[in-house]
């Protein structure tokens, strides 16, 4: 036991560090690449803490643990969104860009929508996997093509000083935080989760529970991480991205990959339960997005307060 606790502590510090490195990185790509740091926090970001869910689900899918693929998956969205959000704004209050209202949070709705509706039967097939991954390239490919289209244009009407702000950039530089700060996230996730898990089955849990709150937590600390630390050096577009591309990464690349590889059935108390309440954290989100542009610490603590709900309920 001692040994596990001590997976979790060098796996928190590792990810702490990895997402100091990661926002870096990705903000220096971001300039270089005429991308918006939204749009960097929702793909490259969101791709590199999702990267624990896909890992921790390929596996599942492999050693036939569907209920682990799943429940880490439906976790992870409740988490990202009423434990990480709530916490983040809780200490930082974020401001909410029109992207985000607009574009972002209907894919992330949509996203939840499809696999609740795909999960009725209690199996995801291979071609419902295909349809979520052929969204997520779509959806990818139409964010990055109109952040580049907009940056142009107001380039383009810009005074010199922005290519000036831009030259300080080194993309080598930044790649290379980039890399460290995904490499930190891995592997910080993965040591997290394995302390995480064995001192869950110690105590005698499921593996519904275990892959809904512990592995779900673990596989969400990087976006916790990543959020609190983004928000604090002011870069507001990369937490909220992050928190609604990692959503939408985890349903349609997560969940895709996985049906593809092997189809993925699913309890009919996931459906009837877990699946219910992600969408009801989805929808609850939208007005606290409208109202003043800006999520604020009360609705920090209502986000937070319905996850503590859910888990004690879970339990």
Excluded: C
């Excluded at 599942?60 to 429940?71: F, K, M, N, R, S």
């Excluded at 779900?216 to 991205?241: C, N």
């Amino acid at each position: 036991m001692i040994v596990d606790i001590a997976f979790i502590i060098i796996g928190l510090v590792t990810l702490i560090v990895g997402g100091e490195f990661l926002v870096k990185g990705a903000v220096g790509i971001a300039a270089k690449a005429h991308l918006s740091t939204l749009v960097i926090g929702m793909t490259v970001v969101s791709f590199g803490t999702s990267a624990p869910e896909l890992l921790v689900s390929l596996k599942a899918a492999y050693l036939d643990a569907p209920e682990i693929a799943i429940g880490n998956v439906i976790g992870s969205n409740i988490a990202n969104i009423a434990l990480v959000l709530g916490l983040t704004v809780i200490i930082f209050p974020m401001p909410v860009s029109r992207n985000s209202l607009v574009f972002d949070w209907p894919m992330m709705m949509l996203s939840g929508i499809l696999f609740y509706l795909f999960s009725l039967n209690f199996v995801i097939s291979r071609w419902e996997g295909a349809v979520l991954f052929l969204l997520l390239v779509v959806f990818v490919y139409l964010l990055i093509r109109n952040s580049r289209k907009k940056n142009k244009t107001i380039k383009s009407s810009a005074d010199s000083s922005g290519s000036e702000v831009v030259s300080k950039f080194n993309i080598w530089k930044s790649l290379l935080f980039l890399s460290i700060g995904l490499l930190g996230l891995y592997f910080g996730a993965r040591w997290l989760i394995d302390g995480a898990k064995n001192l869950g089955e110690a105590v005698g849990l499921s593996k519904h529970v275990i892959a809904i709150t512990i592995i779900a937590f673990g596989t969400s600390v990087p976006e916790l991480v990543t959020s609190v630390v983004a928000a604090y050096r002011k870069e507001m577009d990369i937490s909220v991205g992050n928190l609604i591309g990692s959503n939408i990464f985890n349903t349609m690349l997560v969940i895709g990959i996985v049906a593809l590889v092997q189809p993925i059935s699913i309890e009919e108390s996931v459906v009837n339960w877990d699946m219910l309440w992600m969408l009801a954290v989805f929808l609850v989100l939208l007005p606290m997005m409208w109202y003043k542009r800006k999520i604020g610490r009360i609705s920090g603590m209502i986000l937070l307060s319905a996850y503590i709900l859910y888990i004690y309920l879970l339990f």
